[in-house]
């Protein structure tokens, strides 16, 4: 991960002096799980360029009493190795003295000073498009170039990066800018890492200060900040008393020009944004049910694995399902699981409702106790797995677990211009593939010709003409079971 800031022309010389460092000399700090470094490539009154490098300590991630280290997705998980909210952690007390704007007394003028400078940063791992990328930045004034790097492969994967670099060029004051990363790298990436506080709300207010109250994503950037309605309101009220104080705004353009109802209301974000929350919250429930339908219709469904379980939704949703005995909810995720034993824990006592039995675990993991079960489910998993190791899952699931039928609900990437997503979009920054309904049927039949299993393919969801539905289901069924 890495953050290179570059300053050129009048002034280029005090980059070192505002970030108070030396250019002579290396900078090399730990800080909590990670290494950054800082070195000079440039330095001179015309020019200047500080490489800012981090390399986070893959052991010293997993140490700590902290309840998220017992997560198994640790194993399995990039987000550490992208800028993200951590990055912006870990770099933050190298650039506090930028940050907070207090150099020595002699290069205080400079602060206020625009640079022309060239900010360079990533991998970012972003769910959204091209477009919202660059809009967030043009809008500050910044030229921007996104850039991919080829992916090579001794195997047939992909030849495109996932991850985009960003480059920005524009005149800044060299505290502005950093503080416009700190607020919008967290906002590409949409992951954040630790518990939003008042702290957080109040971070966002100081570093916001003077562009963001202005920014016409202003509604996006708060939405994948705070995330929370309660949060999002706090920062309109910090808004609202400041302008208040120093009587410089009307009433309504405390929150950049929206009224007040409109304000207090959640900020409404990009349609892709959009695109994967609304519709997708009413999609979870349609495919809980709909998954529940083909399982009542089962003769066999005695025993059920549900495979990326979460916080056990689906299968609490199984247990009401007359003739099911036994649930195990399989999930990689510690924090989920535990959400998952309070939902569960609301079952017992129920005459003739199996309690579904929480199991830690993941398709990369092999499980003998999940072998030969009437029914396993993979309700919205596939995606998530790279396509190149999806094969060796699935010759597993057909092969060493056997299940009586199983069932598959993945995207249906077509239905994404529904949504209006861009075409190199998805619904979600962890899914690895979407695949068309035409791809999601040739692979299925993959399977039916490899095993001994017939598929029949349906859809979730409301229909649209050309489309289909937004949701895809295969339903396979062993032959010896029919």
């Known amino acids: 991960m890495h953050l290179i800031i570059r300053a050129t022309g009048a002034g280029a010389g005090m980059l070192s002096r505002l970030l108070a460092k030396n250019p002579n000399n290396l900078y090399d700090r730990m800080e909590k799980e990670a290494r950054v470094r800082i070195v000079f490539t440039a330095s001179s009154e015309e020019e200047a360029e500080a490489v800012i490098y981090v390399t986070p300590d893959p052991v010293e991630l997993v140490k700590g009493a902290s309840s998220a280290h017992n997560d198994i997705t640790q194993y399995i998980n990039d987000r550490e190795f992208v800028v993200s909210s951590l990055f912006c952690t870990y770099i933050r007390s190298a650039l506090g003295t930028a940050l907070n704007g207090k150099t020595k007394e002699a290069y205080l003028p400079w602060v206020e000073r625009k640079l022309a400078l060239e900010l360079t940063f990533g991998p970012v791992a972003s769910n959204l498009p091209d477009r919202t990328l660059e809009e967030l930045f043009t809008a500050l004034g910044y030229e921007v170039l996104l850039e991919r790097g080829d992916a090579e492969y001794n195997f047939d994967l992909k030849s495109r990066s996932s991850v985009r670099y960003i480059r920005l060029k524009g005149m800044q004051t060299l505290q502005t800018a950093l503080r416009q990363l700190f607020v919008l790298i967290p906002a590409l990436d949409d992951y954040k890492h630790y518990y939003i506080s008042d702290d957080e709300v109040d971070k966002i207010w100081r570093y916001g200060e003077g562009w963001l109250e202005n920014h016409p994503q202003r509604g996006l950037i708060l939405k994948r900040t705070l995330r929370f309605a309660g949060a999002i309101r706090q920062y309109d009220s910090l808004m609202k008393s400041s302008d208040h104080l120093e009587g410089t705004q009307a009433p309504d353009e405390a929150s950049g020009g929206m009224a ?27 495919r809980y049910a709909a998954i529940a339908d083909v399982v009542e219709q089962l003769s066999l469904r005695r025993s059920i694995v549900d495979f990326g379980s979460g916080e056990g939704k689906l299968s609490a949703r199984l247990a009401s399902v007359p003739g099911v005995r036994e649930i195990k909810a399989v999930e990689p995720s510690a924090t989920a699981q535990l959400r998952a034993i309070d939902r569960f824990a609301k079952l017992e006592g129920k005459a003739g409702v199996p309690v579904p039995e929480p199991v830690t675990g993941s398709l990369f993991y092999y499980d003998e106790s999940l072998r030969s079960k009437d029914v396993m489910i993979l309700c919205e998993v596939i995606e998530h797995i790279d396509e190149y190791r ?49 791809a999601f049927a040739a692979w299925c039949s993959r399977w039916t010709e490899a095993y001994n299993y017939s598929v029949r393919l349906s859809g979730i969801g409301e229909f649209a003409q050309d489309y289909g539905y937004p949701t895809q289901m295969a339903i396979f069924t062993k032959e010896d079971t029919l």
């Open 390 to 438: 999806l094969g060796w899952v699935m010759d597993t699931i057909f092969h060493e677990y056997a299940p009586g039928t199983l069932i598959i609900t993945t995207p249906n990437k077509e239905y994404n211009e529904v949504y209006e997503m861009d075409q190199e979009e998805m619904r979600h920054g962890d899914h690895r593939f979407e695949w068309s309904r035409e």
């Open 260 to 286: 007040e109802e409109e304000a207090l209301s959640p900020p409404v974000a990009s349609a892709a944004a959009e695109a994967d929350a609304a519709p997708k919250v009413r999609l979870n429930d349609l």
